[in-house]
Nanobody, 114 residues
Framework: QVQLVESGGGLVQAGGSLRLSCVASGIAVGRNTVGWYRQAPGKQRELVARITTGGSADYADSVPGRFTISRDNAKNTVWLQMNSLKPEDTAVYYC????????WGKGTLVTVSS
């Protein structure tokens, strides 16, 4: 069964940091472009970062310099390091393949207080 499971969210003050994890099963993260997405209350889900099979990373305009996506093929895991968090980063964060998504997981909630 192909599955991506997110974890690492929580409550953090503005300016703080969190590291999100995405553990894959049934699929190799190193053979796919994997993205971190987020959905804030009342808003559409958006792509915030992605890492290609070659290891190149792309970021949404709202996060470059603050978020870093990385991958460990041996652990079949993709991380999202989030620094200098802002209240507007509050959202449920998901990982999924890009561009052809598999069924979405539960995500992990990130709440940034001001």
């Amino acid at each position: 069964q192909v599955q991506l499971v997110e974890s690492g969210g929580g409550l953090v003050q503005a300016g703080g940091s969190l590291r999100l994890s995405c553990v894959a099963s049934g699929i190799a993260v190193g053979r796919n472009t994997v993205g971190w997405y987020r959905q804030a209350p009342g808003k559409q889900r958006e792509l915030v970062a992605r890492i290609t099979t070659g290891g190149s990373a792309d970021y949404a305009d709202s996060v470059p310099g603050r978020f870093t996506i990385s991958r460990d093929n041996a652990k079949n895991t993709v991380w999202l390091q989030m620094n200098s968090l802002k209240p507007e980063d509050t959202a449920v964060y998901y990982c999924n393949l890009f561009p052809n998504n598999i069924p979405w997981g539960k995500g992990t909630l990130v709440t940034v207080s001001s």
